[in-house]
């Protein structure tokens, strides 16, 4: 009972924190307009990029997007080339440069590299074909800008096209198809989501807003599990996800892998669009997109807004709202200087299901097998009828149902700010800044089935995370890279709890601040074939004495309490390319590094017996190690790549959230009878496998398949050792259609064998272990796009979702059924 409310309680919203980080933010973007106006007034020529996309017969490609990276860093820039192709970056510095192009009926361009000296300018044209090999500019697998060819590590991208081709409203349901992925929505959209990376756990996989670490101080385990199901497509560029130990590049949480957001950056001419759609599930969909460059390109600028409102839900009763903006904007100060701004902001609302609910005659001990409670039962019991009243016959559990007066609401706000400068072709640093806030509610009351309050209840999560991060880049000879830098991280978590008595009101307020050291070493060998990179991060931990309210009985009095010790995480990868058949070997190792949250170590509610515990401030971080080592092949002629990887990962120790027993309140220095403690680990091992790419000119085909067997060595349940919500074999399918270059049919598909997840039995007031069904769930879509100009055009589309009506259970919660819905983007 107690791992559902901790783990899906949520957090509303601290204005007063919300104001004065934008107030901050106004002021600064006020002063940074002052100083980018008169350094662009002055800023020095530099050199310059120019050329024209065109395709295979040479013809130029109007409107392709083209984008350039500095090497060795993570600046990048974007421009929209005119009616013949041409296009043109300007004011740049010497150095290393990597170039991309796309448009919309093309595979995109492997990436170019370009060295400029200092006023040179470069002619390139790049031609994009109708079947090859699709290769990317990745920035995730090492912190800077590298083609795909010379990742060592296992990585995958998904482009904003293919997620609009493909017509995914939120992030999570885009990501399902990646290959070490297991994404779950407990419900529909607006639902509780989680990702578990490689048969991991959810705290296991970090996420990234361009680069920098987004999660929730406030969330139990500190991670970003209370924010995905509130992230939609707004202004995104694309996502990139690295599988396997990423700790020693992006701290905490990154024990699985981490999934890297990268928004627009705008450049170019104005270019935008206004997408509207509607359909199944009440559901109403807007988005707005602008970008554009002033003065040269030496000013650029994207703006997004997105809304989602589902009106009805699975339920008929589940109403859901979601609306996102993002901002940003560059100013080029000189060749050599850039300062940039970005803001990014979330609103939702959303109504919560009841937990399932384990009922019936069910075995002693062992697994039981998931049967749900029949349909004209289950709408009596939704209609208000005991469980007593109900002939169960051989049902094992009632699954979750519309609880009308329980709620969940959430705001987050992020703004980042960044300068950039690079002396010489040799040496860059850059100085980032990030504010993130986020404040979320959960409201409950006695309506309802299953088990309810006898009042009103309310819980507010509140976290903010302040990040400075300066990091310097250095090359050394021709192929070696070095970066090295500092972060500073100031996390606050507050707990209000107001339950139905007044005088039970309760305030848990804690603070902690963490400085880190980092280093990595990229070089590239024999002519770019071989890949090696070394990196390693030292983070230690400062702890504020927490607060807490009211004072009488205040817990963990007379305790002494320390940070969580350092953490000293490296990881090493190694890839070599065989040039003449288009193979590349690979391998990576490293160490993991979970911090004990602030909830898990001070989490407490407050009652008429006085203060509840849960937390344990002496609890050690999780630890890991794990290695992977993969092949991957271009298949030239038939323009695919095909991928496999090996992956191994033991959690050396772990922190788990019990109600077992284990937990002894005689001999707890807390008298604690539950909650959060240190056990043994785990392990998952497995292999992915993955062919993608264009099969024939007018078809884009992604297959993946992955196994995984993930155990834990201490069970949460007796006798189950198997990992919860991790199946031994998923499979997912991406095929896009081209009919010409205006006509697209797509078709994807996810599937997976059955899987284990805990159901709380009231009855024994312990959880028990359900074996529940794979999923196999199939989207179409078709789309045609109707040129109208050079520039502009519509795009009409529609889609249904589960097109085969396959139901299915998500760990006891209803899912949607066949779904459909259609809309019109108009681009200009």
Same mark, same amino acid.
């Given at each position: 009972?107690?791992?559902?409310?901790?783990?899906?309680?949520?957090?509303?919203?601290?204005?007063?924190?919300?104001?004065?980080?934008?107030?901050?933010?106004?002021?600064?973007?006020?002063?940074?307009?002052?100083?980018?106006?008169?350094?662009?007034?002055?800023?020095?020529?530099?050199?310059?990029?120019?050329?024209?996309?065109?395709?295979?017969?040479?013809?130029?490609?109007?409107?392709?997007?083209?984008?350039?990276?500095?090497?060795?860093?993570?600046?990048?820039?974007?421009?929209?080339?005119?009616?013949?192709?041409?296009?043109?970056?300007?004011?740049?510095?010497?150095?290393?440069?990597?170039?991309?192009?796309?448009?919309?009926?093309?595979?995109?361009?492997?990436?170019?590299?370009?060295?400029?000296?200092?006023?040179?300018?470069?002619?390139?044209?790049?031609?994009?074909?109708?079947?090859?090999?699709?290769?990317?500019?990745?920035?995730?697998?090492?912190?800077?800008?590298?083609?795909?060819?010379?990742?060592?590590?296992?990585?995958?991208?998904?482009?904003?096209?293919?997620?609009?081709?493909?017509?995914?409203?939120?992030?999570?349901?885009?990501?399902?198809?990646?290959?070490?992925?297991?994404?779950?929505?407990?419900?529909?959209?607006?639902?509780?989501?989680?990702?578990?990376?490689?048969?991991?756990?959810?705290?296991?996989?970090?996420?990234?807003?361009?680069?920098?670490?987004?999660?929730?101080?406030?969330?139990?385990?500190?991670?970003?599990?209370?924010?995905?199901?509130?992230?939609?497509?707004?202004?995104?560029?694309?996502?990139?996800?690295?599988?396997?130990?990423?700790?020693?590049?992006?701290?905490?949480?990154?024990?699985?892998?981490?999934?890297?957001?990268?928004?627009?950056?705008?450049?170019?001419?104005?270019?935008?669009?206004?997408?509207?759609?509607?359909?199944?599930?009440?559901?109403?969909?807007?988005?707005?997109?602008?970008?554009?460059?002033?003065?040269?390109?030496?000013?650029?600028?994207?703006?997004?807004?997105?809304?989602?409102?589902?009106?009805?839900?699975?339920?008929?009763?589940?109403?859901?709202?979601?609306?996102?903006?993002?901002?940003?904007?560059?100013?080029?100060?000189?060749?050599?200087?850039?300062?940039?701004?970005?803001?990014?902001?979330?609103?939702?609302?959303?109504?919560?299901?009841?937990?399932?609910?384990?009922?019936?005659?069910?075995?002693?001990?062992?697994?039981?097998?998931?049967?749900?409670?029949?349909?004209?039962?289950?709408?009596?019991?939704?209609?208000?009828?005991?469980?007593?009243?109900?002939?169960?016959?051989?049902?094992?559990?009632?699954?979750?149902?519309?609880?009308?007066?329980?709620?969940?609401?959430?705001?987050?706000?992020?703004?980042?700010?960044?300068?950039?400068?690079?002396?010489?072709?040799?040496?860059?640093?850059?100085?980032?800044?990030?504010?993130?806030?986020?404040?979320?509610?959960?409201?409950?009351?006695?309506?309802?089935?299953?088990?309810?309050?006898?009042?009103?209840?309310?819980?507010?999560?509140?976290?903010?995370?302040?990040?400075?991060?300066?990091?310097?880049?250095?090359?050394?000879?021709?192929?070696?890279?070095?970066?090295?830098?500092?972060?500073?991280?100031?996390?606050?978590?507050?707990?209000?709890?107001?339950?139905?008595?007044?005088?039970?009101?309760?305030?848990?307020?804690?603070?902690?601040?963490?400085?880190?050291?980092?280093?990595?070493?990229?070089?590239?060998?024999?002519?770019?074939?071989?890949?090696?990179?070394?990196?390693?991060?030292?983070?230690?931990?400062?702890?504020?004495?927490?607060?807490?309210?009211?004072?009488?009985?205040?817990?963990?009095?007379?305790?002494?309490?320390?940070?969580?010790?350092?953490?000293?995480?490296?990881?090493?990868?190694?890839?070599?390319?065989?040039?003449?058949?288009?193979?590349?070997?690979?391998?990576?190792?490293?160490?993991?590094?979970?911090?004990?949250?602030?909830?898990?170590?001070?989490?407490?509610?407050?009652?008429?017996?006085?203060?509840?515990?849960?937390?344990?401030?002496?609890?050690?971080?999780?630890?890991?190690?794990?290695?992977?080592?993969?092949?991957?092949?271009?298949?030239?002629?038939?323009?695919?790549?095909?991928?496999?990887?090996?992956?191994?990962?033991?959690?050396?120790?772990?922190?788990?959230?019990?109600?077992?027993?284990?937990?002894?309140?005689?001999?707890?220095?807390?008298?604690?009878?539950?909650?959060?403690?240190?056990?043994?680990?785990?392990?998952?091992?497995?292999?992915?496998?993955?062919?993608?790419?264009?099969?024939?000119?007018?078809? #884009? /085909?992604?297959?993946? *398949?992955?196994?995984?067997? =993930?155990?834990? %060595? @201490?069970?949460?349940?007796? &006798?189950? +050792?198997?990992?919860?919500?991790?199946?031994?074999?998923?499979?997912?399918?991406?095929?896009?259609?081209?009919?010409?270059?205006?006509?697209?049919?797509?078709?994807?598909?996810?599937?997976?064998?059955?899987?284990?997840?805990?159901?709380?039995?009231?009855?024994?007031?312990?959880?028990?272990?359900?074996?529940?069904?794979?999923?196999?769930?199939? #989207? /179409?879509?078709?789309? *045609?796009?109707?040129?109208? =100009?050079?520039? %502009? @055009?519509?795009?009409?589309? &529609?889609? +249904?979702?589960?097109?085969?009506?396959?139901?299915?259970?998500?760990?006891?919660?209803?899912?949607?059924?066949?779904?459909?819905?259609?809309?019109?983007?108009?681009?200009?």
């Amino acid at each position: 009972m107690f791992v559902p409310v901790f783990v899906r309680i949520v957090r509303k919203r601290s204005f007063s924190a919300v104001c004065r980080l934008r107030s901050a933010f106004r002021s600064s973007f006020a002063v940074t307009l002052l100083f980018a106006a008169t350094a662009l007034a002055f800023g020095a020529r530099g050199a310059a990029i120019s050329g024209r996309v065109i395709d295979p017969q040479g013809a130029g490609v109007g409107n392709a997007v083209v984008r350039l990276y500095s090497r060795g860093d993570t600046w990048r820039m974007s421009v929209t080339a005119d009616q013949e192709g041409t296009y043109r970056f300007e004011h740049l510095a010497p150095g290393e440069y990597l170039l991309d192009a796309e448009s919309e009926g093309f595979a995109r361009a492997a990436a170019w590299s370009v060295r400029l000296e200092r006023g040179n300018i470069e002619k390139v044209d790049i031609p994009l074909q109708l079947a090859v090999i699709r290769e990317q500019v990745v920035v995730t697998a090492s912190g800077t800008a590298q083609p795909v060819d010379e990742v060592s590590k296992a990585i995958s991208v998904i482009s904003s096209a293919e997620i609009d081709q493909r017509d995914e409203v939120t992030i999570s349901e885009a990501l399902r198809v990646i290959a070490g992925l297991r994404v779950q929505a407990l419900g529909g959209p607006g639902a509780l989501t989680t990702i578990k990376t490689r048969g991991l756990r959810n705290e296991d996989t970090a996420v990234l807003l361009d680069g920098v670490r987004f999660r929730d101080a406030a969330a139990p385990q500190g991670d970003a599990s209370g924010l995905l199901e509130d992230l939609i497509p707004t202004n995104l560029d694309r996502i990139e996800v690295l599988r396997g130990s990423g700790s020693s590049l992006y701290g905490s949480n990154a024990i699985g892998g981490v999934v890297n957001l990268v928004t627009k950056g705008g450049g170019g001419p104005l270019r935008g669009n206004l997408l509207l759609e509607g359909g199944g599930l009440g559901l109403f969909r807007g988005r707005a997109q602008v970008s554009g460059a002033f003065l040269a390109d030496r000013m650029a600028y994207s703006l997004g807004a997105s809304h989602l409102n589902v009106s009805s839900g699975v339920s008929g009763e589940n109403t859901a709202r979601i609306s996102s903006g993002h901002g940003q904007v560059s100013f080029r100060l000189s060749p050599a200087t850039t300062l940039s701004m970005r803001l990014y902001s979330t609103d939702s609302f959303s109504q919560v299901d009841t937990d399932p609910q384990a009922v019936g005659h069910l075995v002693a001990s062992g697994i039981v097998n998931a049967v749900p409670l029949s349909g004209e039962l289950f709408r009596r019991y939704r209609n208000g009828a005991p469980v007593g009243e109900l002939n169960i016959g051989n049902a094992t559990f009632i699954p979750s149902t519309a609880d009308p007066d329980s709620s969940r609401s959430a705001h987050l706000f992020s703004g980042l700010v960044t300068f950039a400068h690079k002396p010489s072709d040799r040496l860059g640093y850059h100085v980032i800044y990030q504010g993130l806030v986020t404040d979320r509610r959960h409201r409950n009351g006695p309506a309802g089935a299953s088990l309810q309050p006898e009042g009103n209840t309310r819980f507010d999560f509140l976290g903010s995370i302040h990040t400075l991060n300066a990091r310097l880049n250095l090359r050394l000879g021709s192929f070696n890279f070095v970066d090295a830098g500092y972060e500073f991280e100031n996390e606050k978590f507050v707990n209000r709890s107001f339950p139905v008595d007044p005088a039970e009101n309760s305030v848990v307020d804690v603070t902690q601040r963490s400085n880190s050291l980092f280093v990595q070493d990229q070089m590239r060998l024999l002519g770019d074939q071989l890949q090696l990179s070394l990196a390693f991060r030292l983070q230690s931990f400062l702890l504020s004495r927490p607060r807490f309210a009211p004072a009488i009985s205040v817990p963990y009095q007379g305790v002494s309490f320390e940070a969580p010790p350092n953490a000293y995480t490296g990881d090493g990868s190694i890839a070599y390319f065989f040039r003449r058949s288009g193979t590349k070997v690979r391998g990576h190792v490293g160490n993991g590094y979970r911090a004990p949250s602030l909830f898990e170590r001070f989490g407490a509610s407050f009652g008429a017996f006085g203060y509840f515990i849960f937390g344990d401030p002496r609890l050690r971080p999780d630890r890991s190690i794990a290695f992977d080592i993969g092949l991957d092949q271009a298949l030239p002629k038939s323009g695919m790549r095909a991928s496999a990887t090996y992956f191994y990962t033991r959690l050396q120790e772990m922190i788990i959230f019990d109600f077992s027993g284990a937990i002894n309140p005689a001999t707890d220095p807390f008298g604690r009878f539950g909650g959060y403690r240190n056990t043994q680990g785990g392990l998952a091992r497995g292999l992915e496998l993955d062919v993608g790419g264009t099969l024939v000119p007018w078809l #884009d /085909l992604t297959v993946a *398949y992955t196994y995984t067997n =993930s155990d834990q %060595r @201490a069970p949460s349940i007796a &006798g189950i +050792v198997h990992s919860f919500a991790i199946p031994n074999h998923q499979f997912s399918m991406v095929a896009t259609q081209h009919l010409g270059r205006r006509f697209f049919v797509n078709f994807d598909l996810v599937a997976s064998s059955g899987y284990l997840a805990p159901i709380f039995d009231a009855e024994t007031f312990a959880s028990r272990a359900y074996r529940f069904d794979g999923i196999a769930k199939a #989207d /179409l879509g078709i789309s *045609y796009r109707w040129p109208l =100009s050079e520039f %502009r @055009a519509i795009r009409l589309y &529609g889609k +249904v979702d589960n097109v085969f009506n396959r139901g299915y259970y998500e760990s006891g919660f209803v899912t949607p059924g066949a779904t459909a819905v259609g809309g019109i983007r108009f681009e200009f």
